[in-house]
């Protein structure tokens, strides 16, 4: 995420004659011969001491903040996504660059010794590059998997005289010289491939590292491609990784965010050798100084202070010698048994979630006081029937039949339900039985809807849809999905055969309809979701109303399908009806609509109104009536066993 | 025993339940599934496995600290006869201290890997490592060799089953100290390597032949067990504290998860998260790192020193597999002759049986490095006379101990007694 | 020394062998077909004749296309245990000794308990086809 402090100034004269022939190739460089030049300090010889790890400080509230960037003049550069702005500096003196115009859910920085801010803007497929004081010079890339192009990129990197970018829905790091001339890429072996990248820094030998985040390693390449190194795999202990996310590296140096271990990993690049980690998941919840949860980048800074982003708790952390001593427990905290999401299906009485770190996949029986969980299954892995990261699931109660999108794996799993009877609730980690497993074209994200007794993907990265066939024969749909369909529901028509489509469109900020909807006009076909800051995912209630997420803004909005706000509620918290970084809604059979409350580890369950109904979580649930009780005789909280 | 333990042990004797009658079902077959022991497997690639005189060559090297480099540590240095074929330390002290309990050698020929971490496949090859350990020995094959040659009973021993030791009188070609990832052992040629390899593994085969001799031992349990194979059940063998100790132990317990089988030990490898002896040291990786030097050992069973590289029991290396449960895991000991060989578990962090006892009872400092990993062992919760009951029937696994020749140097030999 | 799941499947096993004196599983030929109907697997227990926990064995296995006569483009066995969400501690050596049959090797199933044994077929499309089995070890 960050370029090399070596300077080299016989580049800017060759990054002339790039951006000149690189003219032929991309669509809107516009690199200037003059533009302003951030004054660089002396490189400073770094030593990064063996407490690394004792946290500084931590800054607050900056938003979707996935990823930094030490600049060489020693401040801060990070970036948030959700708004798509970059700041530069910390506290009171930081300056904000609002480049939200020309970025769609960016998720990579880093800047050039010319003073070039770059960018991977991952919802436009493309890498933008900006003066100092925002001004859009140029880019390159552009939706595709050809040579040039890219799909969802999550990270750039810059160094003496190359770019390198996590061509992340690719599966793969492409190469290009500093004006955005297209050089090569570099996949892998053809046997062990990269999936899904989403790291990339480059070392003062010009090596490239990357964070092929959905093998859960981290490669080192040479210049020219030659795989160097591969180190770690799934798991936990020092050495391994969980997604390994961003990555930075100096003096020998590699520092690793392991997002799902929750830590900070320091490795030395000669050896592959895991020096030191630190981190650990809260025990309490937005618990900081040095607990860590879900970090998504890190930046060495030129003095071997680490910086640490992390978007889910909207703040970054620092960390280095000067710090206070971080308590290790060997403890893992308790309470915090399960992850929830960021994906979710209902159909009937079941209900089921994603456990994104056990790579398991929760079923719950909602027809009772309170939801029971049925099953736990799901081991993680590349091998079939394993699970790779799963973006979207269904279930069909009647068929008892549930499907899951494996983005790292390309696959579509469909398992047959083998439920307890209704009566007599029980759990069976054996409940699902893997039937078949298709392959998709792409690794990637999408959403899958049940469609009547069809099943439709939606390939977010290729904006396409395709109905799902039993025997791996995927025809496409006949709707223009726009430009980023993150989300969509499907009911059956009027005439009970052509189902109507609703589809979120995250870029466009609207839900476009498709087909016959009752009670909206045939002029009006989108429901306009500008006011909202993130819309991620969707649902209808009988009455055709439409309950969107708004993950940033942490908030529920209900509209009729006329565009008319019926209901809106949420507000950033831990408290029951409070939201952090809510990630999907589902609306059960009883029209109760269910939001997995990501940030907070749990689902809420609210009326249609958003009133409260109860809260739960892989073993323990907390109702309105529970709470009222116990606030009458002792005003505190208190859970109760789900079954 | 304290007073208050007495108390409870005198009234687990007047009020505890007996299992007069007839054993549960399940009980009984897996009290006849876990005795006797039988002789240990055949190993192909040891084609000396059970031949008596490279037995009794095996054996001198057993005891001869000559191997060690400062003359003074040998295999039984840590593997005392006396100790029941361990050390009673909590870490193995060999030139210097481990960071490993010592295992016992008794009934190690039953097991599929060796080493806690599994980092060798055959009995042979586990061995050659301590010998060549800066921890342990701190020996060198070459000087080892030298050694031998120079030591007119040995060097006969070993022509005697492997026919003559390699001419290492040449010390430009086979230079002191020369042994893999030395100086030395890089200037000699490939061919000169390859012989002394070659006598190196035949004094693993050797030892593994003396060692395949060191069998549990008929215990009380065996007795009882015995008695119940041939339809006259004798209780009075076992103790009635044992007996229940049993019943808990292939019951509610659910210890025979993974101690089964004749050696109360599946074998394979677990990570209890047991707490460490040293809280501020790295966590220890166990199979996740013992799995990369097996991949890597030139002694493996499908290696170019194996007497079968292409047997069943070759395969074994080949097909084993690492997953992410094997970080941090162990092999799971036998516990035939537990009492004798405390104190216990990967980093002798428990001096006492009860102590193992106690943490499976409670998980009390049970580490779980991943914050919501899913818990494989839950708290026992038994009470304080059921834990004394499986105490005493981890006591009747006590076997008899191995004839007292096989507990001594080998006459002629000239090697002092440890 | 007790496994969440131990008394459940203590309860299994004695409701099991209820009705079943031997304590190993007979695999011999066995067949089931994949869950969507599309094969039929027939496997044999060639060494030893039972499945036994933690014992090594071998297996031969049929795959019979029931709605064609494509042969299948891959075939994969595996088996975890769905209460401890882990597998087997070996990798499965399968060779294909014709168009449908495959000899797997180096199995072993090494804890008591269940086992899931899974046997997956892959088509001409890659669409991967599961038939399974439940095997309960003493």
């Known amino acids: 995420m960050r370029s090399n402090r070596e300077s080299d100034r016989s580049d800017s004269r060759s990054s002339q004659t790039a951006q000149t022939e690189s003219r032929a190739h991309h669509w809107y460089v516009a690199y200037p011969a003059r533009m302003p030049i951030t004054p660089l300090l002396l490189a400073i010889p770094l030593l990064l001491p063996s407490d690394m790890g004792r946290w500084i400080s931590t800054e607050n509230d900056l938003g979707g903040v996935c990823a930094v960037v030490a600049l060489p003049d020693g401040r801060v550069a990070t970036l948030d996504g959700d708004s798509g702005h970059v700041r530069l500096g910390s506290g009171e003196s930081a300056t904000t660059l609002d480049l939200s115009r020309t970025l769609h859910q960016p998720r990579g920085l880093s800047h050039c010794e010319d003073g070039r801010i770059f960018v991977a803007d991952t919802g436009n497929h493309r890498v933008m590059f900006f003066d100092g004081e925002g001004l859009m010079l140029g880019g390159f890339g552009g939706r595709g998997s050809e040579d040039y192009r890219l799909l969802a990129p999550h990270d750039v990197a810059v160094g003496s005289n190359f770019v390198a970018v996590a061509d992340t829905g690719n599966d793969r790091v492409q190469l290009y010289q500093l004006g955005g001339k297209y050089l090569y890429a570099i996949e892998g072996s053809p046997d062990d491939p990269m999936r899904r990248p989403e790291g990339i820094a480059i070392d003062s030998d010009n090596r490239i590292w990357v964070a092929d985040t959905h093998n859960h390693r981290v490669l080192c390449f040479s210049p020219s491609g030659k795989q160097i190194r591969s180190i770690g795999s799934w798991g936990n202990f020092p050495g391994q990784f969980m997604e390994p996310s961003g990555i930075d590296t100096a003096d020998g140096y590699i520092v690793v965010t392991d997002r799902l271990n929750h830590r900070v990993q320091i490795l030395d690049g000669a050896t592959g050798a895991a020096i030191e980690s630190w981190g650990m998941h809260s025990f309490l919840p937005r618990q900081g100084e040095g607990r860590v949860h879900y970090p998504a980048d890190a930046a060495i800074l030129p003095q071997g202070d680490i910086v640490v982003a992390e978007p889910f708790e909207e703040r970054t952390q620092r960390f280095g010698a000067s710090g206070k001593a971080i308590d290790k427990p060997a403890q893992a905290p308790p309470g915090v048994q399960s992850h929830f999401g960021p994906v979710a299906a209902t159909d009937g009485r079941f209900f089921c979630t994603w456990e994104p770190e056990l790579r398991a996949i929760h079923i719950f029986d909602l027809d009772r006081r309170t939801p029971v969980r049925l099953s736990t299954f799901g081991t993680p892995g590349t091998a079939p029937g394993q699970l790779g990261d799963l973006t979207a699931m269904a279930i069909d109660a009647d068929r008892q039949r549930l499907w899951a999108v494996d983005a790292t794996n390309a696959r579509v799993h469909e398992w047959m339900l083998n439920p307890p009877p209704p009566d007599q609730p029980r759990f069976d980690p054996s409940m699902a039985t893997l039937n078949r497993s298709a392959p998709l074209q792409q690794s990637g994200p999408g959403d899958l809807v049940k469609a009547g007794s069809d099943l439709v993907f939606l390939d977010r990265n290729q904006a396409r849809g395709w109905t799902l066939q039993g025997d791996g024969q995927h025809s496409p749909i006949a709707i223009d999905l726009l430009r980023d369909p993150i989300a969509a529901l499907a009911v059956p028509g009027e005439d009970g055969q052509n189902p109507r489509f609703a589809v979120l469109d995250a870029r466009e900020r609207a839900i476009q309809l498709h087909g016959v909807w009752p009670g909206h006009s045939s002029e009006q076909r989108s429901i306009e979701l500008v006011a909202l800051e993130d819309p991620v995912d969707l649902a209808q209630l009988s009455d055709n109303s439409i309950v969107v997420v708004d993950r940033a803004a942490h908030r529920i909005h209900r509209f009729a399908v006329d565009g008319t706000e019926l209901a809106s509620w949420g507000e950033r918290g831990v408290e029951h009806g409070q939201l952090w970084r809510p990630a999907a809604v589902v609306v059960d059979h009883h029209d109760r609509i269910i939001v997995l409350d990501h940030g907070n580890h749990r689902a809420q369950m609210f009326e249609p109104d958003g009133t409260w109904i109860m809260t739960f979580g892989a073993g323990r649930a907390w109702t309105a009536d529970q709470e009222s009780r116990a606030a009458a005789s002792s005003n505190k909280t208190t859970g109760s066993e789900d079954k | 025993m304290n007073r208050d333990m007495f108390t409870i042990a005198i009234c687990c004797l007047l009020v505890a339940p007996t299992l007069a009658g007839e054993l549960p079902a399940p009980i009984k077959r897996s009290a006849l599934a876990s005795s006797p022991v039988p002789p240990p497997p055949a190993n192909p690639t040891n084609r000396v496995a059970d031949d008596p005189a490279a037995r009794q060559f095996g054996q001198a090297l057993f005891f001869d600290p000559n191997l060690s480099s400062n003359k003074e540590v040998s295999c039984a240095t840590c593997h005392d006869p006396a100790l029941g074929f361990a050390d009673g330390k909590p870490l193995a002290e060999g030139l210097k201290t481990g960071s490993i309990n010592t295992p016992t050698v008794l009934g190690t020929a039953h097991h599929r890997w060796l080493f806690l971490d599994g980092r060798a496949d055959t009995l042979w090859s586990q061995a050659l490592g301590p010998i060549e350990s800066d921890l342990e020995m701190g020996g060198a094959r070459t000087d080892v060799v030298r050694y031998l040659a120079a030591t007119p009973k040995l060097a006969e021993a070993y022509a005697a089953v492997f026919g003559p030791l390699p001419d290492v009188s040449n010390q430009q070609r086979f230079p002191d100290g020369a042994r893999p990832g030395t100086p030395q052992w890089e200037s000699m040629a490939e061919q000169d390597r390859a012989s002394i390899t070659q006598a190196y593994a035949n004094l693993g085969k050797a030892i593994e032949a003396y060692e395949r001799q060191l069998e549990p031992g008929e215990s009380n349990f065996d007795r009882w067990v015995a008695s119940i194979r041939s339809g006259t059940r004798d209780d009075a063998i076992m103790t009635g504290a044992a007996i229940r100790g049993f019943a808990l132990f292939a019951g509610d317990a659910g210890c025979m998860q993974c101690h089964f089988g004749p050696m109360l030990s599946d074998l394979e490898f677990h990570d209890l998260g047991l707490p460490p002896s040293d809280p501020a040291a790295a966590p220890m990786p166990g199979r996740g790192a013992g799995f990369p030097l097996l991949r890597a050992s030139e002694f493996r069973a499908d290696g170019p020193w194996s007497d079968a590289p292409k047997s069943t029991k070759a395969r074994r290396a080949a097909s084993a597999r690492i997953g992410p449960e094997h970080w941090g895991s162990f092999r799971t000991p036998s516990l035939r002759n537990v009492a004798a060989t405390a104190p216990y578990m990967h980093s002798g962090q428990f001096a006492r049986i009860s102590d193992v006892l106690r943490f499976y009872n409670t998980l009390e400092g049970q580490v779980r490095r991943h914050h919501h990993a899913e818990a494989v062992l839950v708290p026992l919760e038994l009470n304080a006379s059921q834990l004394l009951d499986i105490e005493a029937f981890l006591d009747s696994l006590t076997g008899d101990r191995p004839p007292n020749s096989l507990c001594v140097p080998p006459e002629g030999f000239g090697i002092p007694k440890p | ?138």
């Open chain 3, 1 to 138: 020394m007790q496994f969440v799941s131990a008394k459940a499947l203590l309860i299994g096993m004695a409701l099991l062998l209820a009705g079943c004196a031997s304590t190993g599983h007979s695999g011999l030929n066995q067949s089931n077909v994949t869950e969507d109907g599309r094969y039929r697997v027939t496997w044999r227990k060639t060494t030893p004749e039972a499945i036994k926990a933690n014992e090594y064995f071998e297996m031969f296995v049929e795959v019979d296309d029931l709605r064609g006569n494509s042969p299948p483009q891959d075939f994969r066995f595996d088996a975890t245990m769905p209460a401890h969400r882990h597998g087997m501690n070996t990798v499965v050596n399968a060779t294909r000794t014709d168009d449908s049959t495959w000899q797997l090797q180096d199995l072993n199933l090494h804890m008591p308990g269940e086992w899931v044994m899974t046997f997956d077929v892959t088509d001409e499309n890659g669409v991967l086809h599961r038939a399974s089995e439940t095997v309960i070890l003493e």
